[in-house]
Nanobody, 118 residues
Framework: QVPLAESGGGLVQAGGSLTLSCTAP????????MGWHRQAPGKERELVASVTIHGITNYFGSVEGRFSISRDDAENTVYLQMNSLRPEDTAVYYC????????????WGQGTQVTVSS
């Protein structure tokens, strides 16, 4: 059973926007840093954004300034708002949870496809 459930992927033109959502069990969400990773064809999976339980956000690579991660503690949901999308943002996007004091992302979603056309 996949503990995290993503939604919101799809096809969008370059310059457009999409919002991804990920819902987790409260037992996971309440203690974990939540993150969004992506994997493009032929490339390794990479972390693009994370948010701690205190709301501290981090962005990695080319997404800074274009993507925004947020979490809704009442809904056990983390969001990834993606603006100014580029064809190179095309990938499968995965939600993940990292328990406190650990470096590994221990829980994953099944992934949602984001395709940006030029």
């Amino acid at each position: 059973q996949v503990p995290l459930a993503e939604s919101g992927g799809g096809l969008v033109q370059a310059g457009g926007s999409l919002t991804l959502s990920c819902t987790a069990p409260a037992s996971i969400f309440s203690i974990c840093t939540m993150g969004w990773h992506r994997q493009a064809p032929g490339k390794e999976r990479e972390l693009v954004a994370s948010v701690t339980i205190h709301g501290i956000t981090n962005y990695f690579g080319s997404v800074e300034g274009r993507f925004s991660i947020s979490r809704d503690d009442a809904e056990n949901t983390v969001y990834l708002q993606m603006n100014s999308l580029r064809p190179e943002d095309t990938a499968v996007y995965y939600c993940a949870a990292r328990p406190p004091l650990l470096s590994n992302w221990g829980a994953w979603g099944q992934g949602t496809q984001v395709t940006v056309s030029s």
